[in-house]
């Protein structure tokens, strides 16, 4: 296929009619007048870090990774401009050069930025919002070329739906974002009991800024993570521990225990078992940025449910006993993080304080019967799938769970009335444009 485009994984692929690859704004803006011209569907697409089809499409395809510039950066407010495509990874090593960082960030940080905030990517920490919840500004390219600047200030209707967007309004060319001062991290790993950890997530959330852990299925011991700004400059591995700990150990030995798991099913409880009692205590410092994201080199699907946070212990519980009693073949671990509510259209998050669960598997091994039975779990409270992971939802079943469902789609229908950036997926999960 001549435009053939597959994303992280692997196992989402398209061949666009057109590829475009603008470096500049008035090349964006050429680029969709052009598509919509030709009576293309528009979509952009960026890392292809989705793990659903989110970015696919036969019409036209932005690939907005060369606009990555820094724009403008203001230390004393801490408002920085920059180009939408530009990676994590780019934008926080741009931000600690003038002082700034990020509040908060995922543990992944190989997406655009724009992708990120339109799939409602999010770090942990209770007292810490989504990505999406960081941006003061946003300039859309609409379908006939215009460009538009939407914010809290002016068209608030817009900049809350844009801010979780979907690729659905426009093609995103840059975001204000609000920095705060730079600053070091210390991250502690530590293996501890699963029932009690269940128990304390209120105690550890209120004592940490950031706090997660994670569990294998048919094991009873949780790998605790717990991150905290930390006075000082940064003290960072050797490289040589680095490439050890984080490669060797958490990559290249994870992927062989997948690959053996894949070949042999009935071996994953043992193996979940040898992982977990390789979990040791860890303790490091570096830039915070650094300390949000890890490499990440194994292939993996993933699912991943807001659920209110009340909920959260409760449906880890009843997803490893759903492993268990069905005896599933699911070797990699399950993830719960916590998030303060936001005010985002189609924040998974929206106003209400959430706890997320993701569970995932091995590229290659079977995920779909894992996954719909965690989605029942999910749906029986109210749990609001990752835009950007796994989920058989669609726009009949999703509506309810969103309170601002109508204004969303009210200000699409204004922005793209005629649909141009709909594609399969945002047919599915939003259903068609309606004037």
């Not at 209707?157 to 070091?184: K, M």
């Not at 940490?208 to 591995?237: M, S």
């Not at 979940?272 to 940025?289: C, I, M």
Request: with cysteine; aromatic share 10%.
């Amino acid at each position: 296929m001549a435009h053939e485009w597959r994303n992280w994984t692997g196992d989402q692929r398209c061949a666009p009619a057109a590829v475009y690859r603008p470096r500049t704004l008035e090349g964006l803006s050429y680029a969709v007048r052009e598509a919509a011209e030709r009576g293309l569907a528009i979509h952009a697409a960026g890392s292809g870090h989705s793990f659903t089809d989110a970015a696919l499409t036969d019409g036209a395809m932005v690939r907005i990774e060369a606009l990555n510039r820094v724009l403008d950066a203001d230390r004393e407010s801490g408002l920085v401009k920059v180009e939408a495509g530009i990676s994590l990874a780019s934008l926080s090593d741009a931000l600690w050069e003038r002082g700034l960082a990020m509040e908060n960030l995922g543990d992944i940080d190989t997406q655009t930025l724009a992708g990120a905030i339109s799939t409602a990517t999010h770090g942990t920490g209770a007292r810490f919002r989504n990505l999406s919840a960081q941006v003061s500004a946003l300039e859309l390219v609409l379908a006939d070329g215009s460009v538009i600047e939407v914010s809290e200030r002016d068209d608030p209707d817009a900049f809350r739906a844009a801010r979780v967007g979907l690729g659905a309004l426009g093609v995103i060319y840059s975001v204000t974002l609000r920095a705060v001062p730079a600053f070091s991290m210390r991250r502690v790993d530590s293996p501890q009991p699963l029932q009690p950890t269940l128990a304390d997530v209120d105690e550890l959330a209120a004592r940490n800024e950031h706090f997660e852990f994670f569990v294998f299925p048919y094991t009873d011991t949780a790998l605790v993570i717990e991150r905290n700004r930390l006075e000082g400059p940064p003290k960072p591995r050797g490289r040589v521990d680095a490439f050890v700990n984080e490669i060797l150990i958490e990559n290249y030995g994870m992927d062989i225990l997948s690959r053996v798991a894949r070949r042999f099913p009935a071996s994953i409880p043992r193996l979940a078992g040898f992982a977990a009692r390789q979990f040791s205590r860890t303790e490091r410092t570096d830039r915070g940025y650094r300390i949000f994201a890890s490499e990440r080199r194994v292939r993996f699907t993933e699912m991943e449910y807001a659920v209110p946070r009340q909920d959260g212990p409760e449906a880890v519980r009843r997803v490893l006993e759903l492993v268990r009693a069905r005896r599933l073949p699911v070797g990699f671990p399950i993830e719960f993080r916590l998030v303060a509510p936001d005010e985002a259209f189609l924040s998974t998050a929206h106003e209400r304080e959430t706890a997320y669960v993701a569970v995932h598997q091995y590229k290659g091994a079977s995920w779909e019967p894992y996954f719909r039975a965690v989605e029942e779990i999910m749906d029986s409270y109210g749990g609001r799938p990752h835009w950007g992971k796994r989920h058989f939802q669609t726009a009949e079943t999703l509506a309810g769970r969103y309170p601002r469902w109508p204004d969303f789609q009210r200000v699409r229908a204004r922005l793209d009335p005629e649909g141009r950036f709909s594609n399969a997926y945002t047919d599915r999960v939003l259903g068609p444009v309606r004037g």
